[in-house]
């Protein structure tokens, strides 16, 4: 199998915090895009996400008119799976952690394909070598983890599963590329390189908490003054969601041999339970 020599149209599964990131960068970045979710009214709260962004971008003056333009004539939307993804050269996932979910989509994905299209999961910590599993063609899969808010964050993890093709690789990179970001490359291992070492941190900050340590204000000052961080790691456990730290957290226990870093604290457990999930919810660490 060989990747496709240019990627030029770009599908994304999922509208929702991640995929209409993603689907705002490509886009921008000049490529034909379609974003899809399951129901028309998904898309379209995706879709305006895309739009206040790029409207903020214009009142800052980081994006002009033109290119607020351009990125809104080069995207659309679809609520049908198949006009979504046909034709596509990448067709990137970013729905919910779950292992048999991220499968069987793409397992629906690969009917409307060429064998060359790239099949990118947005997981930030399963294995994209099982997700890969049972696949057709499953050394097109590869993992393109991204970072919220996708429009600013620059950093792009790709990970390169036990199947995936050398020239996928490659292609994914100068996609990466192209869409403004600085990519690493990682093997696949549970929690690939971010999140592995960002949870560590974020999961002891809530304990800290929980031990009454100091107030949550507190814990994210000292990191961002004292150790030179943009945002500390409660304040970026909201902005991620508790609910999706906590299953990253179970997943990791479960499959790491130092599984006991992982484990998820109770408090952190009794905010999900309480629907305290961060910024989404309008509630965690902080309020929204």
Known sequence: MTASASISTVAVIGAGTMGHGIAQVAAAAGYETRLFDVRADLVEAGLSKIRANL???VAKGKVTEAQRTATLAALRGESELAAAVTGADIVVEAVPEKLALKQELFTKVAAHVASTAV???NTSSLSVTAIASGLPHPE???GTHFFNPVHVMKLLEIVVGQQTAPEVLAAVQAWGAKLGKDCIVVRDSPG???SRLG???GLEAIRMVEENVASAEDIDKAMCLG??????PLKLT???GLDVRLNIAEYLAANLQQGDHFRPPALLREMVAAGKLGKKSGQGFYKW
């Open 55 to 57: 409207d903020g971008g």
């Open 238 to 240: 909201d902005l991620v």
């Open 199 to 201: 949870l560590v941190i």
């Open 192 to 194: 690939f390189a971010t």
């Open 119 to 121: 099949l990118a999961t």
């Open 140 to 142: 097109r899969v590869i």
């Open 227 to 232: 150790y030179g961080f943009p945002m500390g």
